[in-house]
């Protein structure tokens, strides 16, 4: 009985789906191929593993089917999940060494092959921007003069009055912030100063709502603040002067005294020569 590749009408025709019968046994290989060529034309990979998944439930055991579940699309030759669709279809492979077997079979015992590997999550490493020194100076700056600042509130809300020790806190800090601060506050201290002395009819409006002892007591609070941090230096410790070892002279070995002889010189008379 010789297997034909028709349509639903009992015709072959190239453009509809493969429909295989059993008038023939045996089936040429270049048949198959032809059958391949439509599939591969017909359908792409997202219908495969579907179609092995049908199979196994209907042709194989289905203790592979969750097997299958677990494959990559893209490790899986398209061309056996054809087959599997041509055997559902009617295909009989008699051959048991047939070609199109063995690649059903590798998907039953390989299964590392096909499984899909685990995703490992690159964590994309944010590229670090570089903060130059004096960036960095003027950020720290900012956070030193916001707290000073918090003090300064709390001295007005709590009827000029603070526990704030300028002198302590001032110690925390670098010398070179030291000041960048006195400098920052010299304006309100002169601003300050100025409301004293009425210099400026404008400004001691702007201060009217402070009594005049309150206001004496803020000039001097920011005073404090201008002066000690203006004082801030640098604790340089002095090194102690290390004594240097003295160098044990080399033990030489005496000289011995020369004898009188050999200091004396024999004087001989030249005619002794001649």
């Known amino acids: 009985m010789q297997q034909r590749m028709v349509d639903a009408e009992g ?35 997202s219908v495969v593993k579907s179609i092995l ?13 969750n097997q299958i579940k677990t494959y990559d699309e893209n490790k899986i030759r398209s061309s056996v999940a054809w087959i599997c669709d041509m055997i559902l279809s009617g295909l009989v492979l008699v051959d048991p060494k047939s070609v199109f077997l063995n690649k059903i079979e ?20 944010k590229e670090v921007k570089k903060v130059s020194p004096m960036a960095r100076v003027r950020r720290f ?22 526990s704030f020790n300028v002198k302590k806190y ?5 010398p070179i912030y030291g000041k960048m601060i006195s400098q920052h506050y010299q304006s309100l201290l002169t601003e300050l100063q100025s409301v004293v002395d009425r210099e400026d ?25 201008v002066d000690i941090f203006g004082q801030v230096k640098n604790k340089r410790t002095k090194k102690k002067a290390t004594k240097r070892k003295r160098v044990a002279k080399e ?16 004087t001989v008379p030249i005619t002794d020569f001649m």
């Open 11 to 45: 015709t072959y025709v190239f453009g509809t789906k493969p429909v295989w019968t059993d008038e023939e046994v045996h089936i040429e290989d270049a048949r198959i191929y032809k059958a391949i060529n439509w599939y591969s034309y017909k359908y792409d990979k």
């Open 53 to 65: 998944i049908e199979y196994f439930k209907e042709v194989e055991d289905e203790k592979y089917v």
């Open 106 to 125: 590798d998907l039953k015992n390989n299964p590392k092959k096909f499984t899909k590997e685990l995703e490992i999550k690159k964590i994309d490493k």
């Open 141 to 162: 700056f900012t956070k030193i003069v916001s707290e000073i600042d918090q003090e300064i509130d709390d001295f007005i809300i709590n009827g000029y009055k603070t």
């Open 170 to 174: 001032s110690k925390t800090i670098k």
């Open 201 to 225: 009819i404008e400004l001691v409006e702007s201060y009217s709502y402070m009594k005049r002892s309150e206001l004496r007591r803020f000039v001097k609070f920011i005073k404090e603040i």
């Open 251 to 266: 033990k030489t070995k005496p000289r011995k005294p020369k004898k009188q002889a050999d200091i004396q010189l024999k």
